[in-house]
Structures are given as C-alpha cells and as structure tokens.
Nanobody
C-alpha cells in the first residue's frame, strides 16, 4: 500500500522560508518520479515541480522557478521542497504525488500540509 505523509507546513511571514517533506512508503521511490502540487483556497490543483529518479532531472512551473527547489533523498524515501521568498499567493495546501508532471494526477497522493504566508 502506497503511503505519502507530508509535513513542514505552517504560518510564515512574506519573504520567509519553509521546508516541506514527504515521507513515502510502499513504493520503490528511487526509480519513481515525484511531484509537488498545491491547491489555494477556492482554486484548483496547481502543479509546481517534479523530480525524476535523480535530482538532476527536475521541472518547475514558471510561478515558482528559482524559489521552490525540489529534491529527493532516495535512501530515506523522502521528497523535499525548499520554499524561500514566500509570497501571500503561495498560501495553499501542498501535496506530494507519485508520478511526474504528466502522470501525477493518476498516482497516489498524501493528505497535504497547509502553508499560510501572511504578516
């Protein structure tokens, strides 16, 4: 059974930083593409970043490029996103998925972690 557990969300001021984690089990992980997506209040799910089998293979949405680098630790089966220069519009529930940019919607998803950017 695939299980994804996100953590690290919280309340942060504009310009601040957070590190989100996603602990995976029930999958190989090292050969799996993984994705972060987010859902802001009243909006649909937005893809933000994906990583392939290694951290050399990453893709980003234009809205977060350069601010939210994605990475994975294959030995610990954990996915990360390092969030910096946070803006109020980054406020959302952040989810991790198994799968890449084109396939994550078909894969398993975690329960999400809330990120709120506000002064």
């Amino acid at each position: 059974q695939v299980q994804l557990v996100e953590s690290g969300g919280g309340l942060v001021q504009p310009g601040g930083s957070l590190r989100l984690s996603c602990a995976a089990s029930g999958i190989t992980f090292s050969s799996d593409a993984m994705t972060w997506a987010r859902q802001a209040p009243g909006k649909g799910l937005e893809w933000i970043a994906s990583v392939g089998s290694s951290n050399d293979d990453t893709q980003y949405a234009d809205s977060v490029k350069g601010r939210l680098p994605i990475s994975k630790n294959n030995a610990k089966k954990t996915l990360f996103v390092e969030m910096s220069s946070l803006k109020p519009e980054d406020t959302a529930v952040y989810y991790c998925f198994v799968g890449g940019r084109l396939t994550y919607g078909q894969g398993a998803r975690g329960q999400g972690t809330q990120v709120t950017v506000s002064s």
